[in-house]
């Protein structure tokens, strides 16, 4: 029975040994292979790159190292990468740096990684053609970034970036960049990072009832840039920086004035306290875009990209 016993901890661990992979030197491999080889460490001072592999799914749990590289790219324009982990018990963890690369693909990219906990202290860059919608999501229930992530198209398309587990709550405090992208928020948001804006790109608060930290800070970086909230009876106040030169602030309803008695304009600009006011009869939002702005050169206009 002793020797019965052994022989069934020895077998587990050689399986556990073989369901994992840790890549200690620099690797290349290009062209279809299987990631289906359960955790994956990528160990300091250590790469591996892939090339043209046009279906990555990760099944176990991936671990990029300080000063190590995780790169999935496409060179080909009939090579879109689809690049999944959806393994409810896994870990997402980066210290170093992390690129899904599909710019040169003429077809829609998808990058989906679902795991238990998502941490992200390194630089982390997720990259599709946009000539097709391509979605990017980073799911996990438990989901912190300190680092930097930027989720960048060519052009600008209906695709969309998805951060954690809907309804449940992100920490932010480091910085995610939208390079002409969509960011839906669906979490709640903690932390004192930032959210920029470049490029095209929209930050679409859709759900304002979940609660956004008055430490977090969302940046409008280019002229074609906005953000969208839903307007509510009970609203928030985002901080939002760099508004001006052509860029749009909205909520998810036409501006008009409110209802009662004394009636409010569709929107207000209190210059002492720097925060606008958006109004839809009996529902608002704040954001609070700073002092010195003069209100009559603010206008009401439609974002048809949003």
């Known amino acids: 029975m002793l020797a019965f016993k052994k022989v069934i901890i020895t077998s587990w661990l ?4 073989a369901l994992a992979l840790e890549i200690s030197s620099n690797t290349v491999d290009r062209g279809t292979i299987a990631l289906n080889v359960g955790d994956i460490t990528i160990d300091s001072g250590a790469s591996w790159s892939i090339i043209n592999n046009a279906v990555s799914t990760l099944v176990g749990s991936l671990d990029v190292q300080p000063d190590a590289g995780f790169y999935i790219t496409s060179t080909s324009p009939l090579i879109a990468l689809q690049v999944t982990l959806t393994s409810l018990l896994s870990t997402i963890n980066n210290d170093g740096t992390i690129v899904f690369d599909s710019r040169d693909s ?10 238990a ?6 630089d982390m860059f997720l990259a599709a053609s946009g000539i097709v919608p391509s979605s990017m999501s980073l799911t996990a229930a438990n989901w912190d970034n300190s680092g930097l992530i930027v ?3 060519n052009q600008r398309s209906s695709g969309t970036v ?8 992100i920490t932010n405090d480091g910085q995610i960049c939208l ?4 960011y839906q928020q669906t979490t709640s948001i903690n932390g004192g990072g930032c959210f920029t804006a470049n490029q095209d790109s929209t930050i679409y608060i859709s759900n304002s009832l979940l609660p956004v930290a008055t430490t977090q800070n969302f940046y409008l970086a280019d002229s074609q840039s906005s953000i969208l909230a839903q307007a509510l009876s009970t609203p928030q106040t985002f901080n939002v920086y760099g508004f ?8 998810t309803l036409p501006l008009t004035p409110s209802v009662g008695l004394p009636g409010q304009p569709a929107y207000s600009y209190n210059a002492a306290t720097g925060v606008l006011t958006l109004r839809n009869l009996l529902v608002t939002q704040n954001f609070y875009i700073g002092t ?5 050169l603010f206008s009401i206009v439609t974002d048809a990209g949003a």
């Open 14 to 17: 050689l399986l556990n040994t």
């Open 106 to 115: 003429l077809t829609a990219s998808n990058y989906n990684l679902v795991g």
């Open 117 to 122: 906990t998502f941490t992200n202290t390194g």
């Open 151 to 153: 989720f960048s198209q």
């Open 179 to 182: 390079d002409n992208e969509v």
């Open 244 to 251: 001006g030169n052509g860029n749009m602030i909205g909520i």
């Open 162 to 169: 998805s951060l954690g587990a809907t309804g449940g709550a």
């Open 292 to 296: 010195g702005y003069n209100p009559s």
